[in-house]
C-alpha cells in the first residue's frame, strides 16, 4: 500500500472524553447519528475502542465517531481509546479511517464519495494511488471515482435522498451540478412522490426548460402554486401526483402539444371503442399517422369488431378526430 507501512499503535489507553475535540471531523466517513447507539454501549460496555490521534490540541477522532458521541451523551468522564503513536502522516490516518468503515461493512455511496474525498485530501499526490484505493474497497475507475466525490459535498437534503434511494446517483449527478437550491427542490419532490429515473429526468428536463425560456430559477418553478397543491393533495397517491405534475409541467412547457393531446383525448373517449380496439394518436402529435390495433381470439369478434369499425369510419368525432376539422 502506497501510505505508511510502519504505522503503529500503542496500547489501548483511557482519556479524558474532554480531552477529544468534538468539533474536529477530518476524519470521518459516516454521517449517521449515534442513534440508540449509547444504550448498547450502556448495557454492554464499549466493545472496540475508538481509534485517536494524539495531537498537539488535544485528541483527534481517526475512526469511531459514533462511538465516542455515545459515551459522550452517557455523559463518560473518560473513554478507552486507541492510540495512534507520533509521528503519523495524516494520508495514513486517512487509510485507517476509510478501512476500518470499509473492512467492516459495505460503505453506502454517501460513505464511499465522503472516504474518497477524505483521502485525497491528504493524499501526498493530491489523489489516492489506485492501489490504494483497491485495497480498500473503493472504486478504482477514474471515471466513478469522479462522479461519486461530490456527492458527499452536495446538500444535506440531496444526501438523504440518495440514501434513501429516492434519488438514484445518476439523478444526483444531474441535480448536483444545477446549484443547492434546485437540487433542493428537486430532491424534496422526488422524495415525496418516488418516482422512477426516467420521469424525475423528464420532470428536470421540463422544469429546467420552463425556468431558462422564463428566465426564471428551476427552483421557483418547482415553488408554484398548482404543483404544490398536487403535491399535498392527500387524495393523491405517488403516481397519481407524479401523473399530474409531468401533465401540468408539459401543458406549460408545451402548450399546443398539450391542447392537441387534451382534444385527441376526448374525442378518443366519446367513440367509446371498449377493450379489443385502440386508437393511438401520431408520435408527439407530429403527422397525420394514426394507429388502430385489434384485439381479438376467436372469429366471431372479427365479425363484431368489423362492424364496429364501420361504425367508426362514419362517426362524426372521428372524422373530426383524423381531419382536425
Known sequence: MASDGGLTENCTRLIPLADIDPGDDRFRITTRRSDDLHLSVQRLGLLAAPLVLDGADGFIVVSGFRRVEACRRLGWGSIP?????????????????????????????????????????????GSIP??????????????????????????????????????????????GPLGEGAAVAFARLFRRLKTSLNKQREIVTLVSEIACREGRHSRDVLSEAGLLRVQDAEDLDHNQKTQRIRRLLRQRRFPALA???????????????????????????????????????????????????????????????????
Open 130 to 175: 489506485p492501489e490504494d484505493a483497491a485495497a480498500l474497497g473503493l472504486p478504482t475507475h477514474a471515471g466513478l471515482a469522479a462522479k461519486l466525490k461530490p456527492l458527499c459535498r452536495m446538500p444535506e437534503e440531496v444526501q438523504a435522498a440518495v440514501l434513501e434511494n429516492a434519488v438514484s446517483f445518476a439523478m444526483a449527478c444531474e441535480i
Open 259 to 325: 391542447a392537441a393531446e387534451d382534444r385527441f383525448h376526448a374525442l378518443r373517449q366519446r367513440l367509446k371503442l371498449g377493450e379489443n380496439l385502440q386508437l393511438a394518436p401520431p408520435r408527439d402529435f407530429e403527422g397525420t399517422r394514426f394507429t388502430l390495433t385489434l384485439n381479438f381470439e376467436r372469429l366471431e369478434e372479427v365479425g363484431r369488431l368489423r362492424a364496429q369499425l364501420d361504425e367508426l369510419v362514419d362517426h362524426p368525432d372521428f372524422k373530426t378526430l383524423l381531419t382536425g376539422k
Open 81 to 125: 481509546v486507541r492510540v495512534l503513536r507520533a509521528p503519523t502522516t495524516m494520508y495514513a490516518c486517512a487509510i485507517k479511517a476509510v478501512g476500518e468503515n470499509s473492512m467492516a461493512r459495505p460503505l453506502n455511496l454517501i460513505e464511499t464519495s465522503r472516504a474518497l474525498h477524505v483521502l485525497d485530501q491528504h493524499a501526498p499526490e
